[in-house]
């Protein structure tokens, strides 16, 4: 194994990704805690209330190619968060990284925003994070790192 792939998969954490299309495919569990998940929404926002205290997050893959050195694309994960204001928190992250477990406890000064949104969690004024298709307020390592 060369120094430069050492570098690029242990430190860097990069790998080769083909670009092929990958479906991904509900479990019967999954789809019926996603119908139950929205059902719970539709009763919380019926009244328009709450609207204000969603914290919405999400991930998006970018592929980096260089066709002059003839190499596959290496991935790398974007991740942000907003609210109805606007951006809260972005972050670029190495593949492998993404998961939100792992992520949380690596940025080490959220930026001011976020840090509103974690007070206003604290002192008890009911943020909603939603991370794509995840429930994040259900895993306790995610509830230990926002409190």
Same mark, same amino acid.
């Given at each position: 194994?060369?120094?430069?792939?050492?570098?690029?998969?242990?430190?860097?954490?990069?790998?080769?990704?083909?670009?092929?299309?990958?479906?991904?495919?509900?479990?019967?569990?999954?789809?019926?805690?996603?119908?139950?998940?929205?059902?719970?929404?539709?009763?919380?926002?019926?009244?328009?209330?709450?609207?204000?205290?969603?914290?919405?997050?999400?991930?998006?893959?970018?592929?980096?190619?260089?066709?002059?050195?003839?190499?596959?694309?290496?991935?790398?994960?974007?991740?942000?968060?907003?609210?109805? #204001? !606007?951006? @809260?928190?972005?972050?670029?992250?190495?593949?492998?990284?993404?998961? %939100?477990? &792992?992520?949380?406890?690596?940025?080490?000064?959220?930026?001011?925003?976020?840090?509103?949104?974690?007070?206003?969690?604290?002192?008890? #004024? !009911?943020? @909603?994070?939603?991370?794509?298709?995840?429930?994040?307020?259900?895993? %306790?390592? &995610?509830?230990?790192?926002?409190?």
């Amino acid at each position: 194994m060369s120094q430069v792939y050492q570098i690029f998969r242990e430190y860097l954490a990069v790998r080769k990704f083909c670009t092929r299309w990958i479906p991904h495919n509900f479990t019967e569990t999954q789809k019926f805690r996603g119908n139950d998940w929205c059902h719970e929404m539709i009763q919380i926002f019926a009244g328009g209330d709450a609207n204000y205290d969603i914290v919405r997050g999400d991930e998006s893959l970018i592929y980096c190619y260089d066709p002059k050195a003839k190499r596959q694309s290496a991935e790398w994960v974007f991740f942000f968060e907003w609210d109805w #204001k !606007g951006i @809260i928190r972005y972050e670029l992250l190495r593949w492998g990284n993404h998961q %939100l477990e &792992t992520l949380l406890p690596t940025t080490d000064e959220p930026q001011a925003r976020s840090r509103e949104k974690q007070l206003e969690l604290i002192n008890g #004024k !009911g943020v @909603i994070f939603h991370h794509d298709d995840a429930s994040p307020h259900t895993s %306790l390592t &995610t509830q230990q790192i926002w409190r």
